[in-house]
């Protein structure tokens, strides 16, 4: 932002059109709307002092407007302008009294703060409206390909073959042999991908969809190595 300058500079005339400061209303807390001024930048030394001697304040130029907020986050704001300000008390500048008093490359140069474009509140909630888009097409897609894959006999018998061996390890019969090495839903697991090699599926593919087929059905979460 170019520095400012005093070209045409009429303290003066700003000073009548500035008779009576207003003062920002409070801001609700939780819920609700009010008025916010933030800092934009400080006067250079000649212009603050002038400014001092005519409004009896140190001010900066702000930028005053309206906001709705909800849980402290903006997530609306209106009727923004730049202004004079000291703490809560602003002093409203015509277009043509900005002109003059900071050059018209120094008024044109004033940026109007991030926050007030992008209110972070309504940023938020774009975010979320996004991801719940996105969450949703990923899991429909996710539905739709397991949705697909179980119409293929070759799965059906996979998910059978994981339930029933799944089934006989967790609850092995009265007298028979314990299994401690190895996890039952790694067995089972195993079991359904050997079978799924067998029947000509590659590898890396039956792995793949043998996890999504399984968690689709609500089976048991993929054990350790599962992709």
Do not use: C
Not at 134 to 142: D, G, L, P, S
């Amino acid at each position: 932002m170019s520095y400012l300058h005093r070209s045409g500079l009429v303290v003066a005339s700003i000073a009548l059109w500035l008779a009576t400061p207003t003062t920002a209303s409070a801001i609700p807390i939780i819920f609700g709307h009010g008025e916010t001024i933030s800092h934009v930048k400080d006067l250079p030394g000649d212009l603050k002092q002038q400014a001092r001697a005519e409004l009896n304040q140190d001010v900066a130029i702000g930028f005053k407007y309206s906001h709705l907020h909800v849980f402290w986050l903006d997530v609306w704001s209106w009727d923004g302008e730049f202004v004079l300000y000291h703490d809560k008390q602003f002093w409203k500048l015509t277009q043509d009294q900005w002109t003059r008093f900071l050059g018209r490359e120094g008024y044109e140069a004033l940026e109007k703060p991030l926050l007030y474009r992008f209110p972070i509140g309504l940023v938020v909630v774009a975010a979320l409206i996004i991801w719940s888009i996105v969450y949703k097409w990923i899991t429909r897609k996710r539905t739709d390909q397991a949705t697909q894959l179980l119409q293929d006999p070759r799965y059906q018998e996979a998910v059978r073959l994981y339930g029933e061996k799944l089934t006989a390890a967790q609850n092995p019969s009265p007298g028979g042999p314990l299994d401690m090495t190895e996890k039952p839903e790694a067995a089972a697991f195993a079991a359904a991908l050997d079978y799924l090699q067998k029947e000509g599926v590659p590898p890396d593919e039956a792995k793949a969809n043998l996890v999504r087929v399984l968690s689709f059905a609500g089976m048991p979460a993929k054990p350790e190595g599962a992709t």
